[in-house]
């Protein structure tokens, strides 16, 4: 079994910084994906962003130019930076992993989620 654990939410002003980090444990291909998705109330859950194994990224046009993954691979741990937080970007903040070496973007190509993190931007 794969367990993902987050942390690094909070309440934050607009303008403002987070850096929301993610740690997978258990039993992991060699060459897996991750990525971060978010849910606001009453909405659907929404891509973010994800990298392959190998560092590529992929954003969603929303958090372009403001937010970055990273991961460490040795730690089994992915990183979202979010710099310029707007309102918009409240939500429920989710990290997932999938057993396949190439980025998704989709909530069904993902197995493994972790329980959320709430973030919080005030205007």
């Known amino acids: 079994q794969v367990q993902l654990v987050e942390s690094g939410g909070g309440l934050v002003q607009a303008g403002d910084s987070l850096r929301l980090s993610c740690a997978a444990s258990?039993?992991?291909?060699?060459?897996?994906?991750m990525g971060w998705f978010r849910q606001a109330p009453g909405k659907e859950r929404h891509f973010v962003a994800a990298?392959?194994?190998?560092?590529?990224?992929y954003y969603a046009d929303s958090v372009k130019g403001r937010f970055t993954i990273s991961r460490d691979n040795a730690k089994k741990t992915t990183y979202l930076q979010m710099n310029s937080l707007k309102p918009e970007d409240t939500a429920v903040y989710y990290c997932a992993l999938r057993m396949a070496s190439r980025l998704g973007a989709r909530v069904s190509e993902y197995g493994y989620w972790g329980q959320g993190t709430q973030v919080t931007v005030s205007s």
């Open positions: 990298i392959s194994w190998n560092a590529s990224t």
């Open positions: 258990g039993r992991t291909t060699v060459n897996f994906g």
